[in-house]
């Protein structure tokens, strides 16, 4: 009798612990991204460091790139990861966006419930 009831109950935990609602995400590249807007291009320099290329807007905006170090899959095709960056005219990270070479997830959480934001350049 006691094995039965030890075994209903371990039973009941498992399917608790299944049934449980998450309350984090993996953070995404969009996140990251995002994260830098309103701050000042000083900022994501010192983090990040020079931008590997900048091009001036005739608006007043520039735009920067930061390229990850290229790598090749197994059949030798190369891939590179281009995260994008629009400033204003004050040097402030206004939209972004990213290649479709770069890594979805970043590691770490977000709350669940945090939308994840989509590119806006």
């Known amino acids: 009798m006691m094995k039965k009831i030890m075994t209903i ?10 049934c449980s609602t998450p309350t984090q ?3 995404t590249r969009n ?17 990040w460091g020079v931008p590997a290329t ?8 520039t735009l920067y790139e930061w390229k990850e170090k290229p790598w090749a899959d197994h059949r030798g095709v ?4 281009v995260d994008t960056f629009l400033a204003d005219k004050d040097d402030v990270l206004i939209k972004w966006k990213y290649s479709s070479d770069c ?4 590691g770490g959480f977000e709350p ?3 939308p994840i934001p989509q590119p806006t350049l």
Do not use: M, P
């Not at 109950?9 to 299944?18: D, E, P, Q, Y």
């Not at 996140?31 to 983090?47: E, F, N, P, R, T």
């Open 54 to 61: 900048e091009h001036q807007n005739k608006n007043g905006t």
């Open 112 to 114: 669940i419930d945090k």
């Open 78 to 81: 190369i891939y590179q990861c």
């Open 25 to 27: 995400r993996d953070k």
């Open 9 to 18: 109950a371990l039973l009941s935990a498992i399917v608790i612990a299944g």
């Open 31 to 47: 996140d990251l991204l995002q994260s830098w807007v309103g701050y000042h291009l000083d900022d994501i320099i010192a983090k």
């Open 103 to 106: 890594f979805a997830n970043v």
